[in-house]
């Protein structure tokens, strides 16, 4: 059974950093893209970053650029996402998906599993 | 990459169909054939119910179907029943290995 596991969520001051981590179980981990969607509370869902199998490539919504970075230890099964210089909109529950395998094309250029989500809150 | 627009809610009765739309632009919704849609109740993580305009996962009742026509998307509840009561939410490849998602519908059963 594919399980995605998100851990790291918390309070933090505007300015401050945070790192969330994505623990998979279920499937052949290094072989799979992965991406971190966030939704703000009472909002809908917003595609924050993604990461090729290897890690190689990384992927950024323009919200996050430059402050986030996406990464993934691929002999611990975890994926991150490291976030610094937050800021109050970046109040939300960030969740780990997971893509079908393969390039992004026919049959797999979606979402096919979801951890529950860890809640980041950026307060002072 | 702005969001996808979505209704902010419909309803139905019990047996009825409602159809949920999905406008994006030429650059995502348009452009590629790889809309996909997810049913998220209250609390829960979003599942998919949908893939690449039309597709249904295994699992997925049949009652649920999918169309695109231009840069907009359409999501079809048919025979609704109860526990189709949540919020539903299109998302587009909008290239680059990036994707953009609606804001999301909130679908009532009355």
């Known amino acids: 059974e594919v399980r995605l596991l998100e851990s790291g969520g918390g309070l933090v001051q505007p300015g401050g950093s945070l790192r969330l981590s994505c623990a998979a179980s279920g499937f052949s981990f290094s072989s799979y893209a992965m991406n971190w969607v966030r939704q703000a509370p009472g909002r809908g869902l917003e595609w924050v970053s993604g990461i090729s199998g290897s890690g190689g490539s990384t992927y950024y919504a323009d919200s996050v650029k430059g402050r986030f970075t996406i990464s993934r230890d691929n002999a611990k099964n975890t994926v991150y996402l490291q976030m610094t210089s937050l800021r109050a909109e970046d109040t939300a529950v960030y969740y780990c998906a997971k893509r079908p395998l393969g390039y992004c094309g026919e049959n797999n250029c979606y979402f096919d599993c979801w951890g529950q989500g860890t809640l980041a809150t950026v307060s002072s | ?110």
Do not use: M
Request: hydrophobic fraction near 30%; charge should be neutral; glycine fraction near 12%.
């Open chain 2, 1 to 110: 990459q702005s969001a996808l627009t979505q209704p902010r809610s419909v309803s139905g009765s019990p047996g009825q169909s409602v159809t949920l739309s999905c406008t994006g632009t030429s650059s995502d919704v348009g452009g590629f054939n790889y809309v996909s849609w997810y049913q998220q109740h209250p609390g829960k993580a979003p599942q998919v119910i949908i893939y690449d305009v039309t597709k249904r996962p295994s699992g997925v009742p049949g009652r649920f179907s999918a169309s695109k026509s231009g840069n907009t998307a359409s999501l079809i509840i048919s025979g609704l029943q109860a526990e189709d009561e949540a919020d539903y939410y299109c998302c587009a490849f909008a290239g680059s290995y990036t994707w953009v998602f609606g804001g999301g519908t909130k679908l009532t059963v009355l």
